[in-house]
Every structure is written in structure tokens, then in C-alpha cells.
């Protein structure tokens, strides 16, 4: 990538961030719910934050089936995930999905620990939990399905590195995956749940595997805001094991800004992802926005909020979408299915893509109409997002032109920072 686009892109994903963040600062707030942290409580739901709520600390998008475990999965092997909190609570639970595989997933033995240390295989001492589901220890998933372990009592801190370990005693077939995880996992022959050390832990992966969720139990989160994105969400070239996605930013500005309120951030990025097409190659892969947007946006814990970061593959992506109208038609729909239940919507700019191998000159209008949420000789009044989008001299002093809290910023052209009004 040129110098020059590179810098373009930093600076986009940085206005990204800061404008987002000032999106939820201003538009957000908790809802009722149940108090009794033992109760499983319904995926989706948010509860007040003084009586305490389940709402999502991590997730990822389950993006495959991993192609080499087509047939047997990976029996006999304990996989030990480690994942990032974005927020903290008293208590935890786990999804598991099985997602891509045509066959049951048994899973024998779970936990979940405290990492002794980032990125390392060792619990810290005194955090190991066993889970149960459905006060079992043990859990069969039916094939295209998910499921939530029972609660355990573990006091999870802000941006901490999770342990979840699973083991799988027989063949499952396709194994689900997240395959750009940007986070080194660990797997060990044999049941090695429990372990704490982790000397046993000698096989190394890029990947997630089988996990794609955590809940924390909270008497000060307020909610989540999951991120509908493609490889800039995912991360696809952030440095391995740093958390320097643009969403785990995006956590720290809420953790560390004053008076920001306390969310969860669910990274729902799958590089690649179109708003409008599936992936076409054997085995199943990449469903689109669309077809994902209820499983990884709508039944996410306590989820207030999506940004939807989506657009740019659709156009550089084979079948070539260059119809804007089209793409527009796409983010419309998922933004109507948010605001049907409630959430806040904030459509985030797409960002240049000047020397991308698949790039072709005559798409940049495309692009730029998309973004906007209008054709030629329309009227562009109102964006895709439904959201007045204003230059804004202050975040807590309202919009500078419109005089309203209610708005998010945009940069008109992200390669120069000047601003204009969407």
C-alpha cells in the first residue's frame, strides 16, 4: 500500500474511533432487568445497571468451518482460547457454536481463568472455573446451533486476557472458526481443561475456535455496541496479540474518557465480508451482513448500539457490486431491522482504498455514493444511517450547525480531515 494511502486509512480509522465513540457518548442508556446473577437470563436482553445486567464483554463473528477439519474435527485436543474483556463484571458465561459443521459437537469438559499473564496458556492462581451447562459438565450442540454455559462466580477486570478451554472427546466434524483472530490461542493432547500451568499447551493457533462469546454479570455496564465490520474491524494486519484493533481503541476511549458510560465492545469484523453477498467457496464461509446481522448483532447480550462498518468488498469483491443503489438498499434494511429493536444505529464512513490490488479507478464514485446514501441528482438530505451528521465543534455542547446532541461526525474526506455536513 502507498505511503500516502497508508497515512489516509490511520487517519480515517482514528476519526472512526473518536467520532463513534462521541455517537455513544451522547445517545445511550440502560434498561431494566433481572437482578439475580444466577439466572440465565435471555441473550439480547440489558438490565439496569444498579441491579446488575448481563451484557457482552467479547465476542467474535464465527466466520467458517476450518477446512482441514472437515471430517474428524479436532477430537482429543483441548483448545484454550484466549480472548480479551473489553469491560469487567462478578460472574461469567460462554457461547460455544457449532455453527458450520452438518454433525453434533460434543463438548466433555469446559473452563474459563484469568490469564497469569497476556497472551500465556497459565491461568493466575485461584481463577480457574469449571462450567456446566444446564448443570452438566458436559454439552452436545446440534449442528448449525449455539449454545450459553451456566454463570460462575469469577471476578473479571477491565481488559483483561480470558482463558476458555473446551475439549472435544470424539469427531465433530467441520470445526466453527474465527480465522483471523490476531490473537495467539493454544491447544494440548488429552483432557488438559483444568490445567493451570500451561507447559502442557505446546501447539500454537492464530484462531478461535468453537467460542464466540463471553457475558460478564455488571452493576455499572450499561450495555454493549457490537461492530458489524469487515477486515478493518477484524484487524487483519494489527499486530498480533496487542489488542490494536480500532474496537479495542474504541474500549479504551470508553473505559477512559470522562463521564462515558460503560459498554461493552463486541467485535463482529469478518475480513472479507460483504453487506450483500455470501461467500461462495467450499466449505461455507463469510455470510453476508444481512444474513448474520440477527446472529451476531441482535441475539448479542445487552447490545444497545451497532456500528456497521460495511460496503468497501461488496465493490472490490467478485461478483463487482457497482451499483451504490444497491449497497444502499442493504445497509437500509439492516438498519431497520436495528431500529426495530431499539438500537441506536451509526454508519461509519467508508475509508479509501487507493492501490488495493482489486482496485479500479471508475469504482471511487460508487464508493462515495454509497457512503453518502444517495445516487446522482438525489437527495442526500438524509443519510443511509437515518442520522444527521454534522461538523460539531464540541461533543458534550451539541452540534455546532444543528444544535442538537443527537449527532455523530463524519469526515466528508478522510485523506485531508476537512468536514462537511451528511
Request: hydrophobic share 35%; aromatic share 6%; net charge positive.
Amino acid at each position: 500500500m502507498p505511503r500516502r494511502t497508508g497515512y489516509a486509512v490511520l487517519a480515517a480509522l482514528a476519526a472512526v474511533v473518536i467520532l463513534v465513540s462521541t455517537a455513544i457518548f451522547i445517545g445511550l442508556g440502560g434498561d431494566e432487568g433481572d437482578a439475580d446473577p444466577r439466572a440465565q437470563g435471555a441473550r439480547g436482553s440489558a438490565d439496569t445497571a444498579s441491579a446488575g445486567a448481563w451484557v457482552g464483554t467479547w465476542s467474535t463473528a464465527a466466520a467458517a468451518a476450518e477446512p482441514r477439519t472437515l471430517r474428524g474435527g479436532l477430537s482429543g485436543m483441548s483448545i484454550r482460547n484466549v480472548v480479551h474483556t473489553s469491560i469487567g463484571g462478578t460472574s461469567a458465561r460462554i457461547q460455544l457454536s457449532n455453527f458450520y459443521s452438518s454433525r453434533p459437537l460434543t463438548i466433555t469438559h469446559a473452563s474459563v481463568a484469568l490469564a497469569a499473564a497476556p497472551s500465556n496458556p497459565t491461568a493466575a492462581a485461584g481463577t480457574m472455573r469449571r462450567l456446566t451447562f444446564s448443570n452438566r459438565t458436559w454439552v452436545t450442540i446440534p449442528p448449525g446451533k449455539a449454545t450459553t454455559s451456566d454463570p460462575v462466580r469469577l471476578a473479571v477486570p477491565d481488559a483483561a486476557d480470558l482463558l476458555v478451554t473446551t475439549y472435544t472427546p470424539q469427531a465433530s466434524g467441520s470445526v466453527t472458526y474465527h480465522p483471523h483472530a490476531r490473537q495467539t490461542s493454544y491447544m494440548a493432547r488429552g483432557d488438559r481443561t483444568e490445567d493451570t500451568a500451561g507447559a502442557a499447551y505446546t501447539q500454537q493457533s492464530p484462531y478461535w475456535r468453537y467460542l464466540t462469546g463471553v457475558d460478564v454479570w455488571s452493576k455499572q455496564a450499561e450495555g454493549a455496541v457490537a461492530v458489524l465490520g469487515d477486515s478493518i474491524t477484524d484487524g487483519i494486519t494489527s499486530t498480533a496479540g496487542a489488542n490494536h484493533r480500532w474496537t479495542d481503541f474504541l474500549s479504551e476511549r470508553l473505559r477512559s474518557e470522562p463521564g462515558a458510560p460503560r459498554f461493552g465492545v463486541l467485535n463482529q469484523g469478518i475480513s472479507g465480508n460483504r453487506v450483500l453477498s455470501d461467500g461462495t467457496q467450499f466449505p461455507p464461509n463469510n455470510p453476508s451482513g444481512l444474513s448474520r446481522f440477527d446472529r451476531d448483532v441482535l441475539s448479542r447480550t445487552g447490545v444497545k448500539a451497532v456500528i456497521i462498518e460495511l460496503g468497501v468488498n461488496d465493490i472490490l469483491r467478485i461478483p463487482h457490486q457497482t451499483d451504490p443503489n444497491r449497497i444502499v438498499w442493504g445497509l437500509k434494511r439492516l438498519t431497520e431491522q436495528a431500529h426495530a429493536r431499539g438500537l441506536r444505529v451509526i454508519g461509519a464512513t467508508l475509508t479509501p482504498f487507493y492501490g488495493h490490488r482489486g482496485y479500479t479507478p471508475g469504482w471511487t464514485p460508487c464508493a462515495s455514493r454509497s457512503t453518502r446514501g444517495s445516487a446522482p441528482g438525489r437527495s442526500s438530505t438524509r443519510s443511509w444511517t437515518s442520522t444527521r451528521r454534522c461538523a460539531t465543534r464540541s461533543a458534550r455542547s451539541g452540534c455546532a450547525r444543528c444544535s442538537t446532541r443527537a449527532t455523530i461526525c463524519t469526515p466528508a474526506t478522510t485523506a485531508t480531515g476537512r468536514w462537511r455536513e451528511r
